[in-house]
């Protein structure tokens, strides 16, 4: 069974920093990973996709790597900003399912 | 891109009568819908695996007969909390992949917050 973990489970940051949230995963024999954002009572909003044949996959600030034989992906987040304070969820997917980390908390501080 | 539309938002009911959700697929065809259920400051936890035209698939753990999942169509998924209680206040949210979209990805609706009172 796939379990997924997520350090740190929260963080604090002044605005501008560049941050790095770790997803480590048990079972490497995914067809991708999918990394999340969750805003408060709010849904999910698909962050980054990458394939099980990439290493990593960028949009704008944000830039996710993905070691599957290590079942490690990272998301980095360059110059924060107080709009990105969210829960931050990574998703393998193995066999049409998606397992869920329990996210990242991350609060952006002006 | 595909769009998962989730309704209603928000519902209160009392204790011992049921409540429909609804998750629909707004710009694609979805054979396949999942739902999840979100306690307070912890992860989506699948409940299980809604085909369309054939039973549900429910994870180990969730009773069927309590959820009712029916996929009818292409692009609609239910789900019906039966005699609810309000340990079954919590966040739910539902999702489907579209075929032709971003490989593999998967869409959320928005969520719906069920509370039992």
């Known amino acids: 069974k796939q379990e997924v973990t997520q350090i740190p489970a929260a963080l604090s940051v002044p605005e501008g920093e560049n941050l790095v949230l770790n997803c480590s995963f048990t079972d490497s024999a995914i067809y991708n990973l999918q990394w999340f954002r969750q805003d408060p009572g709010k849904g999910l909003t698909s962050l980054l996709l990458?394939?099980?044949?990439?290493r990593e996959q960028t949009s704008g600030r944000l830039n996710a790597s993905l070691d599957k034989s290590s079942g490690r992906s990272t998301l980095y987040i360059a110059a924060s900003q107080p709009g990105d304070s969210a829960t931050y969820l990574c998703?393998?997917?193995?066999?049409?399912?998606?397992?869920f980390g329990g996210g990242t908390r991350l609060m952006v501080k002006p | 891109g595909a769009v998962v539309s989730q309704h209603p938002s928000r519902v209160i009911c009392k204790s011992g009568t049921s409540v429909k959700i609804e998750c629909r697929s707004l710009?694609?065809?979805?054979?396949?819908m999942f739902w999840y259920r979100q306690f307070p400051k912890q992860s989506l936890m699948l409940m299980a695996t809604?085909?369309?035209?054939?039973?549900?698939?429910?994870e180990q753990g969730v009773e069927k007969d309590k959820f009712l999942i029916n996929h009818a169509s292409l692009t609609l998924s239910t789900l019906t909390v039966t005699s609810a209680h309000p340990e079954d206040s919590s966040f739910y949210i539902c999702?489907?992949?579209?075929?032709?979209?971003?490989?593999?990805?998967?869409?959320f609706g928005s969520g719906t917050r069920l509370t039992v009172v």
């Open positions: 998703a393998p997917n193995a066999g049409n399912m998606l397992t």
């Open positions: 990458i394939q099980s044949s990439q």
């Open positions: 710009d694609f065809q979805a054979t396949t």
């Open positions: 999702s489907a992949r579209d075929p032709a979209g971003t490989v593999g990805g998967y869409t």
């Open positions: 809604s085909n369309e035209g054939s039973k549900a698939t429910y």
